[in-house]
């Protein structure tokens, strides 16, 4: 289940880091813990997107200069989602780095049907390797078009699919089938333009600050429809619960919205 959630913006022209998960996932997750439900004081199935909203770019991060700023937010439980919404809404303001936030609204995002092959682009960074303390390990650069990429993926997704507890150890046997092929055209023309689909991000465990390489471009993947499902509700890779691995279908409805919600002034 996907929700597209509506925050008034309080303070037009107030900014965020470039990279501001790391604030949305200490702020989630205060959220949880506030509401006090113990079933979820663990619960890390969710996803989220960065926020989105009229920017512009400058040395101190992204400012928004729109009067409302979208989150998309996700997980296959409804009844998380449902108590999530309800400690949200039950805020007069949410402070996201510099930006005062206050909860307007939220809609579901349309239902979108996904097959054995889907062409998915990022909304945040796909994080490749796991995060240790005192480790460069997951910094390393793998390209998106080697078969190690597409198969640390695997194995990762398998993992979580596996210990969400819906998908039992036959049923795994049988996703065996899974490639990801980056869009080389995208890739090639990103590094003629000497831009970046690789950086290097923070993120926050326990109050321990860790970096890890993120990587941000379209791809297509090929895998059985229940793994495509799962990663359009979990995210792809590590650590979805920060906010990383976000994925929308291209040519998706949601795509078309977002770009309509940035156009408000």
Known sequence: MRIRIVFS???RGAHVPFH?????????????????????????????????????????????????????????????????????????????????????????????????????????????????FNDEQSKRFISPESDEFSDLLYDNTMARMEASGKY?????????????????????????????FARIYPLYDADVKYEVRGYTFPFTLYAPQPVQQFVYENGLGHFSHKGFGMLDVANGSSIAKEESMEMYA
Do not use: W
């Not at 510099?98 to 939220?106: A, G, I, K, T, Y």
């Not at 039992?168 to 970046?196: E, M």
């Open 9 to 11: 913006l309080k303070n």
């Open 168 to 196: 039992p150890s036959d049923k795994l046997a049988d996703f065996y089938k899974f490639q990801l092929v980056a869009d080389h055209d995208y890739l090639t023309k990103i590094q003629t333009t000497h831009k970046k």
């Open 20 to 132: 501001h998960q790391f604030l949305l996932a200490q702020a989630i997750k205060g959220l949880v813990m506030l509401g006090g439900k113990s079933d979820f004081s663990s619960f890390s199935q969710y996803n989220f997107s960065g926020l989105k909203g009229q920017i512009k770019i400058s040395r101190k991060g992204l400012h928004f200069y729109s009067s409302r700023v979208t989150l998309v937010f996700s997980s296959p439980s409804k009844d998380f989602i449902d108590y999530f919404l309800s400690v949200l809404f039950a805020q007069k303001e949410l402070i996201i780095g510099n930006l005062q936030l206050v909860p307007e609204s939220h809609e579901n995002e349309e239902q979108v049907t996904v097959g054995e092959s889907v062409k998915f682009l990022c909304i945040s960074p796909i994080v490749l390797l796991p995060a240790s």
